[in-house]
């Protein structure tokens, strides 16, 4: 069933899976890992991800998400423009991000400001960002540093943009190739005090009591996306199979265990 990112979203101390698709197998593997554990899950696109155009796959998504028998909200992760954001409510995406994040706090106010009035004219939620998490999807490990996320500035932005949920730069980086994680928890624990829900980005590579801490401080949404193209990645090259539906079926699969796995785990179920 169709649900914005308020009707998913859980209580303090779990969080939900926000997973990055790039197809629609993917999208149905997730589900599938949703609805066998009976938990509410949220599918992602990124439009800097690739794949096809969000106008060919939000018609399949919408319909996935709506004949699903658990909670399902479509979400467009890191809007990069105001464009974006119309774009993906006019598909009939239920949330939206407008990833402000590296610009300065003035105009990314204004710009999420913004979103947030048309995202409510179409019932939708919104998702911001302050301090931006560092890294990408190319070979190289990013060098980049973490811009952290100001206490001060992220409660000024929520009373100035009215958004849904945040999302927090605390250690993590986006991408495939990463070097170590430092996790700056103490951080954590001061913004797990502002009156919003947190959103973890670059959440890959990070072991079961990472996941713990983070969620017990305050995280209640949490994004994947790298762990999933590695897993897909990995099985297309150890299955030996001489049809292409038998490729698929098997890829499908290790998503589905994938999720389940990290639903459980953040879940704490």
Same mark, same amino acid.
């Given at each position: 069933?169709l649900?914005?990112?308020r ?5 303090k ?6 997973f990055?698709?790039v ?5 149905e593997a ?5 609805e066998?554990l ?10 800097h991800l690739g794949g096809p155009?969000?106008?060919? @796959?939000a018609?399949? $998504?919408r319909v996935?998400?709506e004949e699903?028998r *658990?909670?399902v909200? =479509?979400h467009?992760?890191? +809007?990069?423009?105001l464009?974006?954001v119309?774009?993906?409510?006019r598909?009939g995406?239920?949330?939206v991000m407008?990833?402000g994040s590296h ?6 106010i ?5 979103a947030?009035?048309?995202a ?6 919104v998702e911001?960002e302050?301090g931006a998490v560092?890294g990408?999807?190319g ?12 206490p001060?500035?992220a409660?000024?932005y929520?009373e100035e943009?009215g958004?849904?949920?945040l999302?927090?730069?605390i250690?993590?980086r986006h991408?495939l190739?990463k070097?170590p994680?430092? @996790?700056?928890?103490? $951080?954590?624990e001061?913004l797990g005090?502002l009156? *919003?829900p947190l959103? =973890?980005?670059?959440?890959? +590579? ?7 801490a ?6 209640r949404?949490?994004?994947l996306y790298?762990?999933l193209?590695?897993e ?16 698929v079926?098997?890829m499908?699969?290790?998503l589905k265990?994938?999720?389940m796995?990290?639903?459980?785990l953040w879940?704490g179920s």
């Amino acid at each position: 069933m169709l649900a914005t990112l308020r009707e998913v979203l859980p209580e303090k101390g779990r969080a939900v899976g926000a997973f990055d698709v790039v197809g629609l197998e993917w999208a149905e593997a997730i589900l599938e890992g949703a609805e066998t554990l009976g938990l509410p899950v949220i599918l992602s696109v990124a439009p800097h991800l690739g794949g096809p155009p969000l106008r060919a @796959l939000a018609p399949g $998504l919408r319909v996935l998400a709506e004949e699903a028998r *658990v909670p399902v909200a =479509l979400h467009l992760d890191h +809007g990069e423009n105001l464009r974006e954001v119309v774009e993906a409510l006019r598909f009939g995406f239920t949330s939206v991000m407008l990833d402000g994040s590296h610009l300065p706090l003035e105009e990314n106010i204004h710009l999420t400001r913004l979103a947030v009035e048309v995202a409510r004219a179409y019932g939708a939620t919104v998702e911001g960002e302050v301090g931006a998490v560092p890294g990408g999807y190319g070979g190289e490990v990013s060098q980049e540093l973490v811009a952290y996320t100001d206490p001060v500035e992220a409660r000024r932005y929520l009373e100035e943009t009215g958004v849904d949920a945040l999302a927090v730069s605390i250690g993590t980086r986006h991408g495939l190739h990463k070097g170590p994680v430092r @996790l700056n928890l103490p $951080l954590l624990e001061e913004l797990g005090q502002l009156p *919003v829900p947190l959103v =973890l980005h670059g959440a890959s +590579g990070l072991s079961p009591e990472e996941y713990r801490a983070l969620v017990a401080r305050g995280i209640r949404k949490i994004n994947l996306y790298a762990d999933l193209a590695l897993e897909a990645a990995s099985v297309l090259k150890k299955v030996e199979a001489e049809d292409y539906l038998s490729l698929v079926a098997a890829m499908k699969e290790g998503l589905k265990d994938l999720a389940m796995a990290r639903m459980r785990l953040w879940w704490g179920s």
